[in-house]
C-alpha cells in the first residue's frame, strides 16, 4: 500500500511538474525573425518664424505582434522642451510598421537668445526579447533660428464709443492672423475712445495685410412711411 502511496505521489508531481513547463514562456525567437529599424530625418534646419516641425520617420522591416515605443530625449544644445520646441515618443501599433516622431519648434519674443539647438537621442523602451527590436541608438541635432521682429502698434477708435460691437480687424503676418476690436473701456457712449494695440510682432522684412470685417449692417426703407431700419 506504501508503494501505491509513494508511485501516486509522484505521478502527481511529475503532472505538477509538467503543467508548470507548459506555461512557460516560448523560446525566444532567432535573431533573423527579429524586425529592423531604420530611421529617416528630415531637415533638421528649423525657423521660429516658420514654426518648423522636423519630422523622423521610424520604420520596422517587418510588424510583430506587440506595441514597441520609440522614446525622444534630449542630451544636448541649449533650447529648451516647451519655451522653444515640442516633442513626444512614438508607438508602433501591433502588426503595424511605422511611426512618427515630430519636434514642433515654437516662436518666441526673445530675441536675446539668438539660434539654438537640441541635440535628441531616439531609443526603444526595454521589451521582453521575445518581442525585442535590432535598432542603434538614433541622435540628431535641431538647429532653430531666432526670430527677428518689430513691434507694431494699432490704434482703434471709435467715434460712438460704444466699441465695434462685433467689428474687427485682422492683422496677417509670419503665417498667423489675429483680430483686433475697439473696446467700451470707460461704459460712456457718445465719446470718441480708442483702444491701443502696441505690441504686434511681425518679422523684421516680412509681408503682413490689415482688413477691416463689420458686423453692422444699414439698411435703407423708402416706402413713404419708414425712412430707415437699422438691423
Known amino acids: 500500500m506504501k508503494k501505491i502511496k509513494y508511485l501516486l505521489s509522484f505521478s502527481l508531481l511529475a503532472l505538477a511538474v509538467v503543467g508548470c513547463e507548459n506555461t512557460d514562456p516560448a523560446d525566444i525567437i532567432s535573431e533573423d525573425a ?18 518648423t516641425e522636423v519630422v523622423v520617420n521610424i520604420t520596422m522591416d517587418k510588424p510583430i505582434k506587440s506595441s514597441t515605443r520609440f522614446t525622444i530625449t534630449q542630451i544636448g544644445g541649449d533650447a529648451v522642451a516647451g519655451e522653444d520646441y515640442m516633442t513626444a515618443d512614438a508607438v508602433v501599433p501591433p502588426y503595424a510598421t511605422q511611426a512618427q516622431i515630430v519636434v514642433s519648434v515654437l516662436r518666441d519674443l526673445d530675441q536675446t537668445e539668438g539660434t539654438e539647438t537640441a541635440e535628441f537621442s531616439i531609443d526603444v523602451v526595454g521589451v521582453p526579447d521575445t518581442y525585442e527590436v535590432i535598432h542603434s541608438e538614433e541622435n540628431f541635432t535641431v538647429t532653430i533660428e531666432d526670430y527677428t521682429y518689430c513691434f507694431r502698434t494699432l490704434e482703434a477708435t471709435d467715434a460712438y464709443g460704444d466699441g465695434w460691437n462685433g467689428g474687427f480687424i485682422t492683422v496677417t503676418a509670419d503665417g498667423t492672423s489675429t483680430e483686433y476690436a475697439a473696446q467700451d473701456n470707460d461704459g460712456q457712449v457718445n465719446l470718441s475712445e480708442t483702444t491701443v494695440f502696441d505690441d504686434i510682432a511681425i518679422g523684421d522684412g516680412s509681408a503682413f495685410s490689415i482688413t477691416y470685417t463689420s458686423v453692422e449692417v444699414l439698411v435703407m426703407v423708402l416706402d413713404g412711411k419708414v425712412k430707415t431700419l437699422m438691423f
Open 34 to 51: 527579429k524586425p529592423i529599424v531604420s530611421y529617416e530625418i528630415g531637415s533638421t534646419a528649423a525657423t521660429e518664424l516658420g514654426m
